[in-house]
């Protein structure tokens, strides 16, 4: 059973690009939640898609943004780049809401 | 706000001993996960607990969930520098859906 797939593995951006990373949850799962990792503010909720719709949103600045495929597959956006984005992104899929969650092997992001 | 508190955050100890680490969540939640992170990796499931006193054992890890005192504990019986990695904790926001609060971490480091 193949598990949750994230792309691109590293990626170096400069400041004030934009980049997007891609989540592909484990087949059948339904629920796609990212978060955040720095070794400052440790992990932190991002978002969560569930059936193409967000349902649930951490304390980020606009410039952070997602959707939700028909596939469940599920993008993050992150405009206007600064150096504090830099960070380990995850993402975690689930069969549905209040199940156990399942985590992607991350996209580490750089911003310089 | 559900807050999570985990200690210590730091943990040397040498092989054959054993120890406990905390994590205290500041409201009523039904699900508790302990996540297991090796540098560099993503989060590997350890545990899930969902109901007041489930005891969870798999090797020389045991976990337990006390929802009253809003406490789990995970138990480290005889270690191995093969546990050596960062230990999180993490609460269910709650509800149907899937909004992970963590804790700090315990950075685990077993000497020989």
């Known amino acids: 059973k193949a598990g949750v797939t994230q792309t691109p593995r590293y990626l170096i951006k400069t400041r004030g690009q934009q980049v997007t990373l891609s989540c592909s949850p484990i087949s059948g799962h339904r629920s796609v939640s990212w978060y955040q990792q720095t070794p400052g503010q440790g992990l932190q909720f991002l978002f969560e898609?569930?059936?193409?719709?967000?349902?649930n949103k951490g304390n980020f600045p606009g410039r952070f943004s997602g959707r939700q495929f028909s596939n469940s597959r599920s993008e993050m956006n992150v405009s206007t780049l600064e150096l504090g984005d830099s960070a380990l992104y995850l993402c975690?899929?689930?069969?549905?809401?209040?199940?156990?969650?399942?985590f992607g092997q991350g996209t580490r992001l750089t911003v310089v | 706000e559900l807050k999570v508190e985990q200690n210590p955050l730091f943990l040397s100890m040498q092989e054959g001993k054993n120890y406990t680490i905390y994590c205290n969540y500041s409201t009523t939640s039904d699900r508790l996960y302990w996540y297991r992170q090796d540098p560099g990796k993503s989060l590997e499931s350890l545990f899930v607990?969902?109901?007041?006193?489930a005891v969870k054992q798999e090797g020389r890890l045991m976990a337990s969930l006390d929802t009253k005192a809003r406490l789990s504990t995970l138990h480290i019986t005889a270690a191995v520098h093969d546990l050596s990695a960062t230990y999180f904790c993490?609460?269910?926001?709650?509800?149907?859906?899937?909004?992970?609060?963590f804790g700090t971490g315990t950075l685990l480091a077993v000497q020989p």
């Open positions: 993490a609460v269910d926001h709650g509800g149907a859906t899937n909004k992970l609060i």
């Open positions: 607990l969902l109901s007041n006193g």
């Open positions: 898609y569930f059936s193409e719709t967000q349902r």
């Open positions: 975690a899929s689930s069969l549905q809401g209040g199940a156990e969650a399942f």
